[in-house]
């Protein structure tokens, strides 16, 4: 395989680039500890940025672990794991659910990365209005992950009214020859995609509070002079 090819696509290359991003951060938080001492920022920003990621593989690896027990057929087939689970139907569950948690982390480390650095660009240092501590953004995240699963299951009664159907061809083929138990992938299928409308929508609204949270320590500063 490809250096470029196992780095993007393999388990051991999604690894390493973890690796890589929390080593890079700890190298910057150091220097600019060392440089600002008690004034630093960095780490705590860093740390922030950990704890989001690590709050959306979470989210990731138990979303899937769902999903994957709702229906083998949307990561056999779907996900196309057939070659790594093997030719055996339905798929080992052991590994079906370590595939599926593999899946779950692949695609959320990087949603927690965005949403964080969002987060905080929503808190960057402003001339009209005092920034919050990091504590305050954490607490944004409880809200947003309700909001994620809430869309989540939005997502798995529409995919268990067969609505794909609607928008999507292969979908009502599958629905119209009972092939790949359709109800329960399309179930599968809308928690995933509930799961992405929701961290956005989830997002838009932890931004709005943290604006609105920084506007009222503005109040607050001006009422207490």
Do not use: C
């Not at 190298?27 to 008690?38: E, F, I, M, S, W």
């Not at 083929?173 to 009972?178: A, G, H, P």
């Amino acid at each position: 395989m490809p250096i470029w090819s196992w780095l993007t696509q393999s388990t051991a290359g999604l690894a390493l680039r973890i690796a890589i991003g929390v080593l890079v951060f700890a190298v910057l938080a150091l220097h600019d500890l060392r440089k600002n001492g008690n004034r630093a920022t960095r780490w705590r920003e860093y740390s922030f940025l950990l704890l989001s990621v690590d709050a959306a593989m979470i989210y990731g690896v138990v979303n899937d672990q769902i999903t994957s027990a709702l229906s083998w057929e949307y990561f056999y087939y779907g996900k196309e794991l057939s070659q790594e689970l093997g030719p055996q139907i339905p798929p080992d569950p052991l590994k079906l659910h370590l595939a599926a948690a593999v899946v779950g982390i692949k695609a959320t480390w990087s949603a927690g990365l965005l949403i964080g650095v969002a987060l905080l660009f929503a808190n960057n240092p402003s001339s009209s209005f005092p920034r919050l501590r990091n504590r305050a953004l954490l607490k944004q995240l409880p809200l947003l992950l309700t909001i994620t699963a809430m869309t989540a299951a939005l997502g798995a009664l529409a995919g268990q009214r067969a609505l794909p159907t609607l928008w999507n061809a292969d979908f009502a083929e599958m629905l119209r020859r009972d092939e790949m138990r359709p109800r329960r992938f399309m179930t599968a299928y809308g928690i995933h995609l509930g799961g992405y409308v929701g961290g956005l929508i989830g997002t838009i609204v932890a931004i709005v509070r943290i604006r609105r949270e920084r506007r009222a320590s503005l109040s607050d500063l001006h009422q207490s002079r």
